[in-house]
């Protein structure tokens, strides 16, 4: 019964676009079918120059269009291909991971749309967080009613369209607020970054637990800036708790984006939590922020 119910989530998950679909080259584009551009000329729209020159004004409206999801399905693959099998039920579901825009202070603005695993809802969580510290400084949360709510794709992507529609007026005034003003354009790019005549990796570590309940699961992560003129610094280091619906099962970084008006990027890790019943299980998107100047011994 529990295959049965799964498999038709999943046919209805595929349906509105999460689920597998054929592995494509492993190069993520840029937005809009742009080329990558090269790590050291990533650069805000021409349209928002004033904003840069002047990043400490307030600015009633941000580009409130809905933003764009990164395309992070072909590394998916490559890092997390033992999740697949021959059973249905054997795959990832990816949450659609859209950047919205910066501030000069250091924050970093979001859409998170996780994956809807048996229930038939729309659930859409605005986030902004602070790269100085990884804290989020402010977050709203959506969740539509449930089974009755999505009977179709089409159900599915008005939902999503109607919750970001219905919180422009919220989101212009805590943008403004909190002074995130610039568009986070310039898609994703994989290290090493360069930077200022500098050249930047990550090194990620996950331990894993070898007894009890969650053996084999993550049991500490612990993530490692390294300059190739300045040293290292460690930007990362938790471990997880006891709860078993919070499983960490693998956990990998996907790339970077730098931002338009400080010295400042975001490492994006992809992180495989347990599914609600074990698989399909589940990939979310975490930020977390790299000063590329300070802090290296």
Excluded at 165 to 171: A, P, T, V
Aim: charge should be neutral.
């Amino acid at each position: 019964m529990k295959r049965h119910l799964t498999t038709l989530i999943l046919a209805f998950f595929v349906a509105c676009g999460g689920g597998e679909k054929p592995a494509p080259e492993a190069k993520l584009p840029a937005p809009d079918g742009q080329q990558e551009a090269p790590a050291e000329t990533i650069a805000a729209p021409e349209e928002n120059q004033a904003q840069i020159d002047q990043p400490n004004k307030a600015v009633r409206e941000l580009e409130l269009t809905h933003p764009d999801s990164v395309d992070y399905y072909p590394f998916v693959r490559e890092a997390f291909g033992r999740f697949y099998g021959k059973d249905p039920w054997d795959t990832l579901l990816l949450e659609r991971f859209s950047p919205i825009g910066w501030s000069a202070d250091g924050k970093f603005s979001w859409l998170s749309e996780p994956p809807d695993v048996a229930c038939g809802c729309y659930t859409g969580r605005l986030k902004v967080q602070s790269l100085v510290t990884d804290k989020i400084v402010w977050q709203h949360n959506h969740n539509s009613d449930g089974l009755a709510e999505l009977r179709s794709a089409a159900d599915y992507r008005k939902a999503g369209k109607a919750f970001w529609e219905n919180q422009k007026s919220m989101m212009s005034e805590k943008f403004n607020e909190l002074q995130v003003t610039v568009p986070a354009r310039g898609g994703l790019l994989r290290f090493p970054l360069q930077f200022e005549g500098d050249e930047l990796t990550v090194e990620l570590t996950a331990d894993r637990k070898k007894e009890g309940r969650m053996k084999g699961s993550v049991g500490r992560i612990q993530l490692k800036a390294i300059s190739r003129k300045l040293g290292s610094k460690v930007i990362l280091d938790e471990s997880g708790g006891e709860d078993p619906y919070a499983w960490l099962l693998d956990v990998a970084v996907v790339g970077y984006m730098k931002s338009p008006l400080e010295s400042r990027a975001v490492v994006l890790l992809m992180e495989v939590h347990r599914g609600f019943e074990g698989p399909p299980n589940v990939v979310m998107i975490r930020p977390i922020g790299l000063g590329l100047t300070k802090g290296f011994k």
